[in-house]
């Protein structure tokens, strides 16, 4: 059965700090693996698309790593800031279907 | 370019009605999607289409029915509502599949409540 699995379901950090999400998939077939922000009472917006032979991407503060042979990404965040306060998706395509972890809720206090 | 859009954005319904969210997309993509949201829970497909006049189930289609009969607009209508139907609903578009990278954008979501 296709599945994502993200850690930790919730995380609190100082403003300032960095942190990690981790996401393991088992999807099949394999398309690629993204990385979404989803601001409450809004859709998500896509932070980085990863196919099978990228291993890494960055998108300003957000740096997203792809190890496709034990099945994990995660997601860093550098210097937090309070707008970074969301809930952070991962998500594995399969051909046209995308499998959705059920995120990590972060908030990050001043 | 207003992207996705979804019509209503909030609505609380009895149980036994009947009603249609409106998806909207200016971005000439093939491939539209509904999902709904419930908490701590990922998104789930619910139906999908990857053209006009094309609908298929995703994983949780049981009282929902889509439609799909111009490309820019995706229907999910819901025939006799019930409290399980209590969610988040958002539509998404994809620009396409060639290739291995493709964006997919998310409309604003309808938040739907059964009574």
């Known amino acids: 059965k296709n599945q994502v699995e993200q850690s930790p379901q919730s995380l609190i950090i100082l403003e300032g700090k960095n942190c990690t999400l981790q996401?393991?998939?088992?999807?099949?077939?394999?398309?690629?693996l993204r990385w979404y922000k989803q601001d409450t009472g809004r859709g998500p917006v896509s932070l980085t698309i990863m196919t099978f032979s990228e291993n890494t991407k960055s998108n300003g503060r957000y740096t997203a790593t792809l190890d496709a042979d034990t099945k994990q990404s995660s997601l860093h965040i550098t210097a937090s800031q309070l707008s970074d306060s969301a809930s952070y998706i991962c998500?594995?395509?399969?051909?046209?279907?995308?499998?959705f972890g059920a995120g990590t809720r972060l908030a990050v206090h001043p | 370019n207003a992207g996705v859009t979804q019509t209503p954005k909030f609505r609380v319904l009895k149980t036994g009605q009947s009603m249609t969210l409106l998806c909207a997309q200016d971005m000439n993509h093939e491939y539209m999607y509904w999902y709904r949201q419930d908490p701590g829970m990922g998104l789930r497909l619910i139906h999908y289409s990857v053209g006009e006049g094309t609908t298929a189930k995703g994983e949780v289609p049981d009282g929902y029915n889509v439609s799909r009969l111009k490309k820019q607009n995706f229907l999910l209508g819901l025939e006799s509502a019930a409290p399980s139907q209590t969610s988040v609903y958002f539509c998404a578009s994809i620009s396409g599949v060639t290739g291995a990278s493709y964006e997919q954008y998310f409309g604003p979501g309808t938040r739907l409540t059964v009574t």
């Open positions: 996401c393991n998939y088992t999807v099949s077939p394999f398309s690629n």
């Open positions: 998500v594995v395509s399969a051909w046209i279907k995308l499998i």
